[in-house]
């Protein structure tokens, strides 16, 4: 019996001692996915510093800057920062970090379509036309980078480093991180005075980009337009057109508006984005839906800066049966 108990009370002390180890080992590895993805999230948090630091370094001093180049600088740092929120996406989410995790994803979110919108608009605020509109809309995305420092200054931070806490990791606290350096940005005057003074450096003859568009064709219900076309619609089958439009210019065009005339009545349709030599469609419905023989005008409207528009045009002769 006494043998019994010994070998039993050993056994007994082995499973004690191999639940512990296991745990430890269980601790250890938490403790190193904490550290390691405080690490990530610092590093990442660097980068957003430097990529914030180049692009409001250029609106404050331009220096010798064309606005090709300066346009070039912003794009570069626009694709860093998706680069970032990618880099944010794809954190794992140790212990209890899920819910910080989910915070940091909606600061990177807002900073990179902020980022997006500033350098779709660049161009055109850097040229002659449309460039009032087009400064309001990056003052406004101004915005969003203040929203997405709140978010992340009150609430991911505070969270991270909680749980961080909590775990005892100390010493892997996660920095501050703005990237609006200052609130002066957010007024449109500070912002217009800016690129401004980009403006200024532009070399004789050089434009912010060349803008324009191209109305490659049009069908009705799949029936490619030309004249003397004839597209039967089967029985009360409404009628709906497609537009398709080219950006052929070299910077992207927003909200590019699309008309059609149908013996005299007008439908409008609309593109929301295309980036340069990106096609897109918009589709149009006819109402009320025309018969017989009609004359249908197409037009891609003319974006700002834009100098021939012969080819957004185009007029159709056609039997709708």
């Known amino acids: 019996m006494l043998r019994r108990g010994l070998a039993l009370g050993g056994a007994l002390v082995l499973v004690i001692l191999i639940v512990l180890g296991v745990k430890g080992c269980l601790d250890a590895r938490a403790h190193r996915a904490l550290s390691d993805y405080a690490r990530n999230v610092t590093e990442i948090v660097q980068q957003t510093k430097q990529t914030s630091k180049a692009f409001f370094g250029n609106l404050e001093d331009p220096g010798q800057l064309s606005v090709r180049d300066f346009v070039n600088q912003v794009n570069g740092q626009k694709s860093e920062m998706d680069a970032l929120a990618s880099r944010v996406d794809g954190l794992g989410t140790p212990g209890d970090m899920g819910n910080a995790q989910r915070h940091l994803e909606l600061v990177y979110e807002l900073r990179a379509s902020a980022m997006d919108q500033i350098a779709n608009r660049m161009s055109t605020a850097l040229g002659s036309v449309g460039a009032e509109r087009a400064t309001a809309a990056i003052a406004r995305q101004m915005q969003t980078l203040l929203a997405a420092d709140v978010v992340y200054e009150q609430t991911a931070r505070p969270e991270i480093n909680a749980v961080l806490g909590n775990n005892g990791i100390d010493g892997s606290d996660v920095p501050k991180g703005t990237f609006l350096p200052d609130d002066k940005w957010l007024e449109e005057s500070t912002v217009a005075a800016a690129l401004g003074g980009v403006s200024g450096a532009t070399s004789e003859g050089e434009t912010a980009g060349v803008h324009g568009l191209g109305l490659l064709g049009t069908s009705l219900n799949g029936t490619e337009l030309a004249d003397g076309a004839v597209v039967v619609l089967e029985g009360e089958e409404a009628a709906e057109l497609e537009a398709r439009v080219q950006n052929q ?52 409207a003319t974006v700002p800066g834009e100098q021939e528009s012969a080819n957004n045009v185009a007029t159709y002769t056609i039997t709708i049966e």
Request: charged share 25%; aromatic share 0%.
């Open 249 to 300: 210019g070299e910077s992207t065009e927003n909200e590019i508006s699309v008309s059609v005339k149908v013996n005299g009545s007008e439908s409008q349709g609309t593109i929301e984005s295309l980036a340069a030599g990106e096609e897109g469609t918009a589709v149009i419905p006819l109402v009320p839906t025309p018969r017989g023989e009609v004359t249908i005008e197409v037009e891609a």
